[in-house]
């Protein structure tokens, strides 16, 4: 045995010219390793296991887990395992209707003429209530951007946008508030 064995019990460093057998700590007295009898008539090492031997009830338990854990995984993997197929527009059911696709359109237009007008766009977090007449559009609300000196400031918005073609061009106001 070498004189590097540490006790795993209580971590003392074996000296090779210890008297108690080199199976046995002669700190603590405890068996690092189980002696059995090898082959040769002498004596072998077994190494412990670290981990508690598991009794009979202990597997049946885990056993009896892994047979209801097998049927609910069985269940639940193809339902969420499963491809499912992408809504497809159709005639009959388009996937957006016109006014919310217009009513998109001049949040859009607005949002980008806003944001152009502001000394941080990368800092406004815009709110706007959108009303669609037909072929244009008025957006009011506010926005939070910092200013110059990287202040957060809150201004009021009007926004009017007119449909050109498939577009909408947009004339935005940013107001102080109480304006």
Known sequence: MTSDVICPHCGALRNPMAS??????????????????????????AHQSRWPKASLKQWM????????LLPALAIVIPYFGAPRE????????PLISPFELDRAGVH?????????????????KIQLDVYVY??????NGYVDAQNAFGVPLRHNIHCEAQKTGDAW??????RRPGV
Request: glycine share 14%; net charge positive; aromatic share 6%.
């Open 108 to 124: 859009l237009s607005c949002s980008r003429a806003v944001r152009q007008m502001l000394i941080a766009p990368g800092t406004a």
């Open 20 to 45: 108690t057998p080199a199976w046995v700590c002669p700190a603590c007295g405890r068996k690092y390793y189980e002696p059995v009898a090898g082959g040769s008539g002498g004596i072998a090492m």
């Open 86 to 93: 992408a809504p497809q527009a159709s005639a009959e059911r």
């Open 169 to 174: 061009v947009a004339r935005a106001e940013i």
């Open 134 to 139: 037909s072929g244009s559009g008025t957006a």
């Open 61 to 68: 338990m885990a056993g009896g887990f892994l047979l209801l």
